[in-house]
């Protein structure tokens, strides 16, 4: 039987933001209960591993050197300064898992993100928001992984993201970690019906195929069918 769409069978490229504090980690761990089918890209960054923080898991961790040699080799799909460091998203392995379907998610700041709307504007922009920004202070101080002073300093970055929110597609706000994860997976999952990823309508035979079906193929005789 000939099917009647041929739907682009690429993973998607889904970049996550929103301030520090807004559980975009704790949102793509949860994805994993929902969606199985995504791979989360590893950043390179100039930051020092946090408490608990591994090379090659959470971060590529290098040297200013080795980021600058990455600029120059042209090794990154996006990179930006935050916080008096560097981060970037490598560039290698990201079209080879959409080549096989498999949706990739870039979890970057804004900067990054306005980057990469320009080089692949057909990515899925969410931007994850904190309830109210008394929450994202809590939700700082309660991670335990920053002095107050480099709070200050993402608490201010945090006002400059929100002001961006209207260059992302979708925006969540994280009230509730299931619910907001159950939100994302739903995003993620619509863009797999946009007719803009159809590469064909196959309406050719559809004459052929209905005559067969209904008039030479015994397949629906004797059986109660509703139309
Ligand atoms: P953190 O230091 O809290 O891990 O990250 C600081 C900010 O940098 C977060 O908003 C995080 O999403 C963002 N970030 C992480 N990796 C990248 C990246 O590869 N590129 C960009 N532009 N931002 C990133």
């Known amino acids: ?83 008096n460091n560097y981060y970037g998203t490598p560039k290698s392995k990201i079209h080879e898992y959409l080549d096989k ?16 709307k320009h080089k692949i504007p057909e990515a899925i922009f969410i931007f994850l928001m904190p ?26 970055k945090a006002y400059i993201e929100i002001n961006e929110l209207s260059k992302y597609n979708y925006v969540v706000v994280n009230d509730d970690l299931d619910k907001s994860t159950r939100k994302v997976n739903s995003i993620i999952e619509a863009q797999k019906c946009r007719v803009d990823r159809i590469e064909d309508v196959y309406l050719n035979n559809a004459e052929e195929e209905i005559h067969e079906l209904l008039i030479d193929n015994k397949e629906f005789e004797n059986k109660d069918i509703d139309i």
């Open 101 to 116: 379907g498999i949706d990739v998610i870039l979890v970057i700041e804004v900067q990054g993100a306005l980057k990469i």
């Open 1 to 83: 039987m000939t099917k009647i769409l041929k739907s682009s069978s690429k993973g998607s490229l889904i970049v996550l933001s929103g301030p520090s504090g807004s559980g975009k980690d704790s949102v793509c761990e949860r994805l994993k209960e929902y969606n199985d089918n995504f791979w989360l890209s590893i950043s390179c960054t100039t930051r020092k591993p946090r408490n608990g923080e591994e090379d090659g898991i959470n971060y590529f961790f290098v040297s200013e050197e080795e980021f600058k040699q990455k600029i120059e080799n042209d090794d990154l799909l996006e990179y930006a300064v935050y916080n």
């Open 131 to 156: 309830p109210t920004m008394k929450d994202l202070v809590y939700r700082l101080k309660k991670r335990g992984t920053e002095t107050n002073d480099k709070i200050i300093e993402r608490f201010k």
